[in-house]
């Protein structure tokens, strides 16, 4: 069988959960960033997001349902527990970082607080030409959506904080284990991987000391990398 083409920009937590999942199951794969804004629309046009997944001639959307196939096509090491209690907890924990954490991180991205860095960040996927453009541009697109969302109109102390309380949550959710419910790493520790990764990428110091602050997640977060290098 041809590799699976991930495509999707690394600085994505779901192209990092889709990647890392993939190393970890030994599927061959290759990864490449978009060519321009408007390939991920034309590649996906169901929800216009990254990552895909081309397995041959099938396009897979949505970083779950692409574990969800990586877990057909390569069933050993198993992402799922094989307790269903446990394989449920793993995937609510999953669908609540990938749908909630999420909008946490984007709202400290695009705080003023961290705008300017996130920009940054950000820029270097725009058209050379639309760069000098980028900041209003991003502004009204993407930060936008926090403030709908609602996490992003919260005032910075209050959301930092709130932020911590949940990680405070998971630590306590990882309790003595290595992973997310169980001994190996599964659905849940790559989707709340992907997220970690993207807070600790540089624009949003705060999440990256919260993190630095909680050593059990911190020594989580090496434990998965390690586990997906293999
Ligand atoms: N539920 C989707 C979320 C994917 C997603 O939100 N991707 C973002 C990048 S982090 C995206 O493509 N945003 C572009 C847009 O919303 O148009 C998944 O798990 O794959």
Not at 55 to 84: H, K, N, W
Not at 85 to 95: K, N
Not at 105 to 124: D, F, G, I, K, S
Not at 130 to 137: L, N, S
Request: aromatic fraction near 10%.
């Amino acid at each position: 069988m041809a590799d699976v083409e991930i495509v999707g920009a690394k600085i994505s937590p779901f192209v990092e959960k889709v990647v890392r999942a993939a190393e970890y199951k030994k599927i061959a794969f290759t990864h490449r960033d978009p060519t321009s804004f408007g390939e991920m629309a034309k590649l996906n046009p169901v929800t216009r997001k990254m990552p895909v997944a081309i397995f041959g001639d099938v396009m897979v959307y949505d970083s779950t349902f692409i574990l969800r196939e990586f877990e057909e096509l390569a069933p050993d090491p198993p992402l799922l527990a094989a307790d269903a209690q446990v394989a449920a907890a793993q995937r609510q924990l999953e669908d609540w970082s990938d749908e909630a954490l999420y909008w946490y991180l984007m709202a400290l991205r695009w705080a003023p607080e961290n705008e300017a860095r996130t920009v940054e960040q950000v820029a270097v996927y725009a058209p050379r030409a639309m760069r000098p453009f980028a900041a209003p541009i991003f502004r009204r697109v993407i930060a936008r959506t926090t403030k709908a969302q609602g996490l992003g109109r919260l005032p910075y102390p209050v959301l930092v904080r709130e932020v911590g309380e949940r990680l405070d949550d998971l630590v306590l959710l990882l309790a003595q284990r290595s992973f997310f419910y169980a001994s190996h790493p599964g659905v849940a520790d790559f989707a709340l991987f992907g997220q970690f990764k993207a807070g600790c990428s540089g624009p949003t110091p705060d999440f990256e000391q919260l993190v630095s602050e909680r050593p059990t997640l911190a020594d989580w977060m090496k434990r998965v990398e390690d586990a997906a290098r293999g």
